[in-house]
Every structure is written in C-alpha cells, then in structure tokens.
C-alpha cells in the first residue's frame, strides 16, 4: 500500500514517518520546492521554538478549537519530546515553557527530519507541485507538471497561506476544494501591527520591554507584557505577535497603549525624574539609563519638551509629561502586516470536515490533512509547531494502518 503526502514541512514530514513505522507501506513524500522543511528553518527568528510545555486546548483558536484535544493527547508535547529524541534532537526547555533545540539553530530540527526521512520505505520528491487529485476507484492520481503519481491514501499537507516568500501557499485549499472542502476566511496571525505614527522610522529596530493594552474604541479588547520592536511599519516582537490575531479585523477604532518601564509606578517614575533634573545634562539624556537612547528622546519630543533644554531646567508640569508619555504612550493601529510577514494562518479548511480521531475527511475515505492548512492556528510560543507535530503524526500513524 502507498500513502501519498503532499507537502514536506512540519507537519508533512512528521506525517510520513509516522506512516513509515508500519514497514509494510511505501510512503511516497512530494514537495513542491527545492527541499523539505524550507518555512521551518525561519521560526523563532532561525532558533525553531518547536514546542510549548503548556499546550492544552486554550492555547489555540478557530472556529472549533476543541478539534485539536486528541491529537494533542495521543501525541502529546511529552511523546513528541521523546520522538525527536529518538531522532537524535537534544531539546532545552525554557522557564516560560518555550522549547528550543540545544544548538539553538533551526536547521538542527529540519536535519533530523531529514535524516529521519532516510528510510527504504520512504520516497521523497523535491520540485513535485501536485496541481490535481483525481480519484481513480482504488485510490488518488497526483497529477504534478512532468508525471503522475498513485497512491492508495493520500495526506495533504500543504501548510497554509502565510510566510508567502517562503512557500506559503493556496495550493491546499484549492487541491482540497475541488474535492468538496470549504474554507473559512484567511487572514495573518502572528504578525506585526501596522501604525501611523509618524516617528516610528527614527525608532526602526529599538526593542523595548512594555505591558501593552489593545483598545477598539477606548475598550481594552488585549494585554499583555513582554518584548516590543518598533519597526518601519509599525510595532512587532513575541508580544505583539501573541495580541495580532483579530487587531484590527473589524471595524472601529484601535489603540495601543504602552508602558515602556511597567515596572516603575509613576509614582516612582515621577520621583525619578526629579532626582534627574538636578543635573547639568542635556534634557536628551534624560531618560538614558532607563530606556533605549533613541526611544527615550522620541517620548521626550512627544511630551513637546525642547531638546535645546537642560534637565535643570524642567517644571514640574513638564515632568508629568514626560512621565505620562512613558507611562502611557499611544499608538494609533491601523492594520495588520499581510501574509508574506505573517508566521501563521489564521483560518482553513473547516474542521468538521474531518475526524478529529483520525484527520481523515468525512467526505472523501482515504484522505486526511493536517498541520496549518485546517482552520486552527495556537498562540505564540511554539504552539503551531506543536499542532503540526502532533496532527501530522496522527494522520500518518492513521494513513499508515493498513
């Protein structure tokens, strides 16, 4: 028996060697670039935060969530600890519950999937773009550009819509709604907000340690704290990415407000600020020490304070200024980065479709998807990577019973 699988990233590849424990099947493996596992070398900034320790339910979305509490029992962030131990993957686990390899180095993770993928049983196809299922009675012909492939189940893995410049892409919900699969909407998650402040080119790459709230007209709609990046566009890094999802989705309003020392009250920030203008610096060095040079002199131009001042020559209201700049700066939101800067799909191919005990599909016998083409997306901080390990180990160890 073959099984065919369309797609070599996360979730393909651990489909096919779940598949190829059974010795008895050939596992035929076709991905549409040059090699496997292309999008993987680009998580966690080239570190592949490949899982979470708390991966439960809660950590992700769409239409049906609950759809991903049995893969996530049967392989669990335990079991997929053990299987890329197996593979030859030392892992180190972070306090927050992020896990990494131990050379901090993507291409470790995508090494030993590929070594993993070495196996007699198993075949895989580089430059293979699958462009039609057909149906033949017996199984599935996958028609690529220069030949055809067969195969008696077949696993359509073809990730999802995002990171485009580096192999997201439609083909899998075109190739899945040709055989009467519906998709919910797509959009970006994970992904760098979008804002029309005017200064955010002179802060282009300063990283900043904030609490942020996300307000749709004037009502917190998220919070969180952690490690903000100003950029050319707006504002990114692990916290934005984890509030992204539905910012700036639907209509009204969005704000952000930051809190650039939320560990200081403004009490204390205030009292700080007193004791500083006591010297003969100039007012730029104020905030110097605290926050990033060039953060804190554009909070400083935002509390309309001359930078021609010394710090001795500040009033008490121009204090409180810049204490209110710091301690609650807002930034007007307007839309998210598209899919070429997402790291995930928000939306997919509907869940229901599927048996959550086996990612086989309930319309067509034989075949099963996996990873981020479904309608699930997690959270920030290894979670999808967790979904694709353990929904493509379920659909291959599914796939491969004979």
């Not at 999802?160 to 055989?179: E, F, H, V």
């Amino acid at each position: 028996m073959v099984v065919g699988i369309i797609g070599g990233g996360a979730s393909g590849m651990a489909a096919a060697l779940a598949a190829a424990e059974n010795p008895d099947i050939e596992v035929l493996l076709l991905e549409r670039q040059a090699r496997v596992g292309r999008k993987l070398l680009a998580t966690g900034n080239g570190r592949c935060n490949l899982s979470n320790a708390n991966a439960t339910v809660s950590s992700y979305h769409g239409e049906t969530p609950s759809f991903v509490q049995y893969a996530l029992q049967k392989f669990d962030v335990s079991n997929t600890l053990r299987w890329f131990s197996d593979l030859g993957l030392y892992t180190v686990t972070e306090q927050s519950g992020r896990i990494y390899p131990y050379s901090d180095q993507a291409n470790s993770v995508v090494d030993v999937l590929r070594l993993g993928l070495l196996k007699p049983n198993i075949t895989v196809l580089c430059g293979a773009e699958v462009q039609q299922i057909k149906q033949d009675g017996q199984g599935f012909l996958l028609s690529c550009t220069d030949e055809t492939y067969r195969c008696d189940k077949l696993i359509v893995a073809c990730g999802g819509l995002a990171g485009t410049k580096l192999g997201g892409t439609m083909s899998g919900y075109k190739l899945l709604g040709k055989l009467g699969h519906k998709s919910t909407k797509l959009r970006p998650s994970l992904v760098q907000i979008k804002s029309s402040w005017p200064a955010l080119a002179s802060l282009k790459g300063v990283r900043a340690n904030c609490s942020i709230q996300i307000l749709r007209d004037e009502k917190v709609f998220a919070k969180s704290c952690g490690e903000i990046q100003f950029t050319e566009f707006g504002i990114s890094g692990p916290v934005v990415f984890e509030l992204s999802r539905d910012v700036c989705s639907a209509g009204g309003n969005w704000t952000a407000i930051l809190d650039m020392i939320p560990d200081w009250s403004n009490e204390c920030l205030l009292q700080w600020l007193k004791v500083r203008r006591e010297t003969e610096l100039s007012v730029q060095e104020l905030l110097t020490g605290v926050l990033h040079n060039r953060l804190g002199r554009v909070l400083i131009q935002s509390a309309d304070i001359s930078m021609n001042k010394k710090c001795n020559e500040l009033s008490d209201y121009e204090l409180q200024n810049i204490c209110d700049c710091v301690k609650r700066f807002e930034l007007t939101l307007t839309e998210p980065m598209g899919m070429d800067s997402a790291q995930v799909t928000a939306g997919g191919v509907l869940t229901e479709q599927f048996d959550e005990e086996t990612m086989e599909s309930r319309l067509v016998p034989g075949l099963y998807a996996c990873g981020e083409l479904l309608d699930i997306d997690g959270d920030c901080g290894g979670y999808n990577l967790q979904w694709a390990w353990s929904s493509g180990r379920l659909a291959g160890y599914s796939a491969g019973k004979e």
